[in-house]
């Protein structure tokens, strides 16, 4: 029985347990003894790995490529040693790599400039795609997988088998063979794995490549849809480090450029299909119309055959480098998914001879027939003789390639080729440099990896064709790629089409150029799709966010009064100058109406018509009074006084003139002081007449000599004196605060009332306030002596003028305070006029009534004549 709280399954591991614990322990007592002798010796563990192909030479060179890019699914037990990976799925991409680091090799060794007497050797290894298994052969690169049938009683630390490694294609196994390799700092020089995370030197300190690195091209690519005017997209990327790492710039990126992703999913090719139904469900279902695809060529693939399944077009493409210019995968678009697609790729380039070698290969004459028939097989759908199969072609080995159109000798890869090219004469260079090679080389030198590496970060040569090679601080090349517009041909095949440069050694705003080149759209469309959230606001609006969703998507509100936006897509409206307001459409400041009371405009004609006619009017009345001086009436009603009072009544009627039209320093001064200084003149003159009147009748009873004191003289002295008071006032509010120009914004938004300020609001009230205090003693003078025996009482008139004078300005000051800009104006003239004409027609038009129509009345007799008692 298990012991208690043990199922009977964990009963028998445990029991199984104990023989494997048993062997650790005696592994450990072997160390511990092995490790007291006087030279450590080394045994091998495992089962050791073999190269897919290889060659001995005085340096070897290690390689790491995918021929297979997938495997067999095996169930572990645990229970026995795990058997080694079955390969599938052959990978032709990476063998033309490989086959690029051979003729590399071949052209190296017979050279007579480069290495001259040193020959180069090989391990290329497969990792099927896998991560586990790419850390396995690159620990076999670096310790040696040399079958021992006897324990070894060599140093451990002796060199490493290889001097550097090529490869791999992928970032991921990359990542784990950097690590693993960084601290026995064996170069590694990558191809094709351009993750940016690969640059961190801390973390991957022997890595190099020859490829630039995601963090450009992930930035280029946001560049690019930005350039197009797509802010609404979608997002696809390889769920590993090189789609994951490439994807978070190129969001980062675009969220700068103001670009909004509606939708960001990620899948590997070996996920269920049911997860890339749902990738493809999202994408029907969405409404952006561009998607940026971060894929490797192999997960395009998939999923460019899950969407030909599902008949989803109409979608604009754009690509990252990995398959954007693959022929493998253009041939996979049957359904023409992808036409019109535009991406980055790295810039042409060409290897000459390469193509000529690839094409003289031959399985029989290779060091791994096995790998070589494999591939030989898949390239012409056949067996060979020794294959029991009999429904297919038998294969000779012989088989000429030159007329064969097929992936292999498809050679659209040319700048990947060239990659693997360079990185294979990187490591010369630096072996050349190192080995100080002339015209022969130096043997008794052992390099070492971590010198190699050294010198290898320090190269700088050009190829045969004339690229320049050299590696940055991060062990990055200049980061250079050409747009690829997907153009179709009328024979349905894809012409990768370059459409523009995009160089990040430029300055930031010339670093993607276009080139006159027409382009070609998803369904062959010449318009440039539109992928965005909302329409562009036009000029006049400004954008306001959609509540809860992305910056993208936004409404256009128009802008408010005083408000414009001149540009497309205004995130705000820009005020007005005070001096300005914006036109209807909201999208430009145009000046402001200035508004005051001009001649021209019918309140102001009016007011200056009347302000004549008043003028006329008291002209005319002067003229009568001067014509008929000596008649009673006028010598009776001191005509002295009177033509003083015409000719201030005179300056009331212009005085007005100077309220209308645009305000100026000079206007503004003149038009307060004026009418001010006049009124009181005016007024002075009507306290004049009635005075005498009062005191005519006082001086008629017994014993008084008032009048001695209220002569002419008298009487012209104190008109005088009243009206220099108001001068004093006057000067003194024109010297400490004078009226001025002012332009009113306030009143209205969309004008500009011109008017003048007070200045001192102290001296504009004691201006009226002396003028009304006249008025009042005036009033209060006549209104005494309005019963007067006389039959002539010119107090009565006097006393109605006063109180039609008092009438007008009491009413005024509520109207000038609430009416609005040049309406004020008008108010101020209006009640100049009114008073003026109150005066003239109440105490001159009687008069003139009786000189003119009723002469019998204008005799001294009548004027004496007593009137009944009241």
Not at 75 to 83: A, F, R
Not at 395 to 420: A, K, Q, R, Y
Not at 632 to 650: C, D, G, K, Q, Y
Request: hydrophobic letters at 40%; proline letters at 5%; one cysteine or more.
């Amino acid at each position: 029985m298990p012991p208690s709280g043990l199922s009977l399954s964990d009963s028998m591991t445990s029991t199984h347990r104990w023989p494997e614990q048993g062997w650790a322990l005696l592994q450990l007592l072997l160390v511990v003894t092995l490790s007291q002798a006087e030279e450590p010796v080394c045994r091998q563990r495992g089962d050791h790995e073999n190269p897919q192909l290889f060659k001995d030479g005085d340096i070897i060179l290690g390689a790491v490529f995918s021929f297979h890019s997938s495997w067999k699914d095996r169930q572990d037990t645990y229970m026995n040693k795990p058997l080694p990976l079955q390969c599938t799925s052959l990978n032709i991409r990476d063998f033309q790599f490989a086959q690029t680091m051979l003729y590399a090799i071949e052209e190296i060794n017979n050279s007579t400039d480069l290495l001259p007497g040193v020959s180069l050797g090989y391990k290329i290894y497969d990792t099927c795609g896998s991560i586990a298994r790419s850390v396995g052969v690159a620990l076999a690169l670096a310790n040696g997988n040399e079958k021992a049938s006897a324990p070894s009683v060599e140093p451990c630390t002796k060199p490493a088998q290889v001097q550097a490694i090529i490869g791999e294609t992928s970032s991921s196994p990359t990542m784990a063979i950097a690590t693993v390799i960084g601290p026995f700092h064996i170069p590694m020089i990558s191809h094709f794995a351009t993750c940016a995370c690969l640059s961190d030197k801390l973390k991957y300190p022997s890595f190099l490549r020859t490829i630039p690195s995601d963090y450009y091209q992930s930035r280029a690519l946001a560049h690019l849809v930005k350039h197009f005017g797509w802010t609404w997209v979608g997002a696809v990327r390889t769920n590993n480090d090189y789609g994951n790492n490439g994807m978070a710039t190129f969001i980062e990126t675009a969220q700068h450029l103001g670009i909004c992703l509606e939708y960001s999913v990620s899948f590997f090719r070996t996920d269920p299909i049911e997860k890339i139904q749902k990738i493809i469900d999202i994408i029907k279902a969405s409404t952006s119309k561009v998607i940026v695809a971060f894929l490797s060529h192999m997960d395009m693939d998939v999923l460019i055959h899950e969407l030909s399944q599902h008949n989803v077009t109409g979608y604009q493409w754009v690509g990252s480098e990995s398959w954007i210019f693959d022929s493998q995968t253009a041939a996979m678009d049957s359904q023409h998914i992808l036409d019109g697609a535009i991406g980055l790729s790295i810039p042409k380039a060409f290897v000459s001879g390469l193509k000529a070698f690839m094409l003289d290969v031959r399985p029989l004459n290779s060091s791994n027939s096995e790998l070589f028939t494999e591939f030989w097989e898949a390239l012409f759908n056949c067996k060979f003789k020794q294959s029991s199969a009999e429904t297919q072609t038998d294969c000779t080995g012989h088989e000429d390639l030159t007329g064969v159109h097929n992936s292999f000798t498809d050679m659209s890869l040319m700048p990947i080729f060239n990659n693997v090219y360079k990185g294979v004469y990187a490591v010369a260079h630096a072996l050349h440099n190192i080995l100080s090679c002339n015209k022969t080389c130096d043997n008794k030198v052992q390099p070492d990896p971590l010198t190699i590496l050294q010198h290898i970060r320090n190269i700088n040569f050009r190829t045969k064709e004339g690229d320049e090679v050299y590696f940055n601080e991060n062990g990055d090349p200049a980061a250079k790629y050409e747009i690829i517009n997907w153009q179709p041909r009328e024979d349905g095949t894809v012409d990768f089409v370059t459409v523009g440069l995009h160089d990040t050694s430029l300055p930031a705003g010339r670093q993607l150029k276009l080139q006159n080149v027409s382009l070609i759209w998803t369904q062959n469309s010449m318009q440039v799709p539109v992928s965005v959230c909302s329409e562009k606001c036009p000029p006049g609006t400004h954008k306001v966010l959609q509540k809860g969703k992305p910056i993208c998507c936004y409404d256009c509100v128009r802008c408010a009064e005083g408000e414009i936006s001149n540009i497309t897509d205004s995130v705000t409206c820009v005020k007005c100058l005070p001096e300005f307001w914006s036109n209807e459409r909201r999208d430009d400041c145009i000046k402001k109406e200035a508004v005051f009371l001009s001649y021209e405009e019918i309140m102001g004609a009016l007011l200056t018509a009347a302000s004549l006619l008043g003028t006329c009017m008291t002209a005319i009345v002067a003229s009568i009074f001067f014509k008929y001086r000596n008649s009673p009436i006028v010598r009776a009603n001191n005509s002295e006084l009177s033509f003083l009072l015409l000719f201030s009544l005179t300056l009331c009627f212009l005085c007005s003139l100077t309220f209308i039209g645009r305000p100026t320093e000079w206007s503004c001064m003149l038009r307060h002081t004026a009418f001010g200084i006049t009124f009181v003149l005016c007024i002075s003159c009507v306290l004049g007449k009635t005075m005498v009147v009062l005191m005519a009748f006082r001086a008629t009873l017994p014993g008084s000599n008032v009048m001695k004191w209220f002569g002419p003289a008298q009487q012209r002295l104190s008109v005088l004196a009243i009206t220099l008071v108001q001068v004093i006032i006057c000067i003194l509010w024109l010297s400490i605060s004078p009226p001025f120009p002012f332009k009113n914004f306030n009143e209205f938004k969309d004008k500009i009332i011109l008017e003048c300020a007070l200045g001192s609001a102290i001296g504009f009230w004691a201006v009226l306030g002396y003028i009304g205090l006249l008025a009042i003693l005036c009033f209060i003078f006549a209104f005494l002596a309005r019963k007067l025996p006389d039959n002539f009482n010119e107090a009565k008139f006097i006393t109605f003028s006063m109180l039609i004078f008092c009438a007008v300005w009491i009413t005024f000051i509520p109207a000038y305070v609430s009416s609005p800009g040049k309406f004020s104006v008008a108010v101020e003239i209006f009640a100049i006029l009114a008073s003026s004409f109150g005066l003239l027609f109440c105490i001159f038009i009687p008069k003139c009534y009786i000189i003119l129509l009723k002469p019998e009345k204008n005799t001294k007799k009548h004027m004496m004549g007593k009137g009944s008692p009241q």
